[in-house]
């Protein structure tokens, strides 16, 4: 890890959190029974937590020491949490993460580094938890920047950071907890940088193992990798799947946008994806897909998408991670199978 990396903690009141599933489309008043999300007949669409000011905005939270590049800090991914992390979501906001725990409160730990481009992350890009045997139950991040500052990095449960590897811009991670997609046997992470798909081997290695400069989401479901690519770099975007063994890559849909959800394996051969930052998805390999929810309000974009598995209490639910800048806010909304 290059230099030190503050951590700053600061506890704060949920604007709404429940686990226990019992309501259904009901939110904050302001939401007006979240009629703005539209979901398939046999859905439910409720606010899990509002995230509204626990990191305040900020449109220029972020500029480089070489003046390449400004970014905001924006919560633009989402991870579920599992034991022995006591709490159950972790969102990623420019450089800090708000652990959303299931009592109410949520907790800001700010990665920002001393100085840009050196001590990271520059940028959270993806998250994921995973426990390869090396490193046991951690929280995976990819980090991602015009100039340094990026790489991979894993989070402890004491929420201390360290670098794993200084690979450039990993715009996406992926956790395979039974080792089946390379039939090695062994929980492992996937992660991808300017260059290629790689399978980490260990601190600081990895093998390449498809070749691509313009691949981003990272997502494993059942045995298989999702991943998204933009060949022009701009729309349109395409949803591709990466065959376990042969990594060879096979086209599955085409729209302007997707972001593949963060589901660490499980068994459902469908993956997750949002299309357009408005529907969730679910898409079958043949690229037939069968729309779950969608924002009605397209001043409310949804970022990121998180498919818990058990024993997580929101398993066999979606929850999406939204924002809209024009009110600055900020939420997390779980999408669930009626009672």
């Keep these: 890890?290059?230099?030190?990396?503050?951590?700053?903690?600061?506890?704060?009141?949920?604007?709404?959190?429940?686990?226990?599933?019992?309501?259904?489309?009901?939110?904050?008043?302001?939401?007006?029974?979240?009629?703005?999300?539209?979901?398939?007949?046999?859905?439910?669409?409720?606010?899990?937590?509002?995230?509204?000011?626990?990191?305040?905005?900020?449109?220029?939270?972020?500029?480089?020491?070489?003046?390449?590049?400004?970014?905001?800090?924006?919560?633009?991914?989402?991870?579920?949490?599992?034991?022995?992390?006591?709490?159950?979501?972790?969102?990623?906001?420019?450089?800090?993460?708000?652990?959303?725990?299931?009592?109410g409160t949520t907790a800001v730990h700010d990665y920002r580094p001393a100085v840009p481009d050196t001590t990271g992350p520059d940028e959270i890009s993806e998250l994921v938890f995973g426990a390869p045997p090396d490193t046991g139950p951690v929280l995976w991040l990819g980090a991602?920047?015009?100039?340094?500052?990026?790489?991979?990095?894993?989070?402890?449960?004491?929420?201390?950071?360290?670098?794993?590897?200084?690979?450039?811009?990993?715009?996406?991670?992926?956790?395979?907890?039974?080792?089946?997609f390379d039939s090695i046997g062994v929980p492992t992470i996937y992660f991808m940088d300017t260059n290629a798909v790689q399978r980490r081997t260990g601190a600081g290695t990895s093998?390449?193992?498809?070749?691509?400069?313009?691949?981003?989401?990272?997502?494993?479901?059942?045995?298989?990798?999702?991943?998204?690519?933009?060949?022009?770099?701009?729309?349109?975007?395409?949803?591709?799947?990466?065959?376990?063994?042969?990594?060879?890559?096979?086209?599955?849909?085409?729209?302007?946008?997707?972001?593949?959800?963060e589901m660490s394996g499980g068994a459902d051969t469908h993956v997750i994806a949002l299309r357009d930052s408005t529907t969730l998805a679910s898409y079958a390999n043949d690229g037939t897909s069968v729309d779950l929810a969608s924002s009605l309000d397209a001043t409310w974009l949804w970022q990121a998408v998180s498919v818990p598995r058990a024993p997580h209490p929101l398993a066999g639910s979606y929850v999406v991670l939204e924002s809209n800048r024009t009110l600055d806010r900020d939420d997390l909304i779980v999408i669930s199978p009626a009672p």
């Design 144 to 180: 991602s920047s015009m100039g340094l500052g990026d790489g991979l990095y894993r989070i402890a449960t004491d929420w201390s950071i360290v670098q794993d590897s200084p690979t450039n811009n990993v715009n996406g991670v992926a956790y395979d907890p039974t080792g089946a």
């Design 207 to 261: 093998t390449n193992l498809q070749a691509s400069t313009t691949f981003e989401f990272l997502g494993m479901c059942a045995t298989t990798l999702f991943t998204t690519d933009q060949p022009a770099g701009v729309p349109p975007t395409i949803l591709d799947r990466i065959f376990e063994t042969t990594y060879v890559v096979n086209a599955i849909a085409t729209s302007s946008f997707f972001a593949v959800a």
């Design 1 to 103: 890890m290059r230099g030190a990396v503050a951590l700053a903690l600061c506890l704060a009141a949920c604007g709404r959190l429940s686990f226990d599933g019992a309501s259904d489309a009901t939110s904050s008043p302001s939401d007006a029974a979240l009629t703005r999300v539209q979901v398939a007949s046999g859905w439910t669409a409720r606010v899990l937590v509002d995230l509204t000011g626990v990191v305040p905005y900020h449109p220029n939270d972020y500029v480089d020491d070489g003046g390449l590049e400004t970014l905001d800090n924006s919560p633009v991914s989402l991870a579920a949490l599992y034991a022995p992390f006591t709490s159950t979501f972790a969102v990623g906001a420019g450089r800090s993460i708000i652990e959303v725990a299931g009592n």
